[in-house]
């Protein structure tokens, strides 16, 4: 599903901050990945480029055999928006839409009718234990519940890659472990989930951990 082969990064030009080096590496379609490293080691770095926010500096990408680093930003624009879901450590919903107008807001850049979009969101929904509050905006729910109604808009779509940078970063232990158990369930019905974390009990709850130090791999 994904591979990298000598991808580098560098801010400031490339007599500036190496901020991922020689990163090589392959995940298989259907696997549970957790990205660790300390603090300024380079996982958002690797994560941006993993969801086609961001470009290396070198080397190349491939996502399902396309090859993203030679891509223009329209096409890269449009793999974000068909083959990767992202979840995101602050949720980033729209406070003045409910959870189901949360959901149905990423749809309507493919263009679908609204009926399908909804039926979309339901279902996605439905899916993280959200059915009972589609009506709700955001500040009528716990952390928990708006992290699994992010969860729900990344998987609408149904893409087949999820990146889920801190996901569980500002919630209670409780409501972490409801949206870990989420996303295991998720890759159950495989798709591949790659997400970033400091907590050691996240980690390990993925089929397998990659280690970033200084920028490089080091499993």
Not at 19 to 43: D, N, Q, Y
Not at 145 to 151: F, P, S
Not at 175 to 198: D, F, K, P, W, Y
């Amino acid at each position: 599903m994904i591979e990298l082969k000598n991808i580098n990064k560098y801010y400031g030009g490339a007599k500036g901050l190496h901020v991922l080096r020689h990163v090589t590496l392959r995940i298989e379609s259907g696997e549970f990945c957790a990205i660790t490293g300390a603090s300024g080691s380079g996982k958002s770095t690797l994560m941006n480029i993993l969801g086609c926010l961001d470009m290396p500096d070198g080397g190349v990408y491939r996502l399902d055999g396309k090859n993203i680093t030679a891509m223009s930003e329209k096409s890269r624009a449009a793999i974000r928006n068909r083959d990767i879901g992202f979840i995101f450590q602050s949720f980033n919903l729209i406070p003045a839409l409910t959870a189901e107008e949360n959901v149905m807001l990423p749809l309507m850049y493919r263009r679908m009718k609204q009926s399908a979009r909804r039926e979309l969101a339901q279902k996605a929904l439905g899916a993280v234990g959200m059915s009972h509050r589609t009506g709700h905006k955001p500040y009528e729910l716990s952390g928990g519940q708006q992290q699994r109604v992010a969860i729900a808009r990344a998987i609408a779509a149904k893409p087949p890659v999820i990146l889920a940078d801190e996901p569980t970063g500002s919630l209670d232990r409780s409501s972490g472990e409801a949206v870990l158990e989420a996303l295991l369930r998720l890759n159950e019905t495989g798709r591949t989930v790659i997400l970033v974390t400091h907590d050691q009990s996240i980690a390990k709850a993925a089929r397998r951990e990659i280690k970033i130090s200084d920028g490089a791999v080091a499993e």
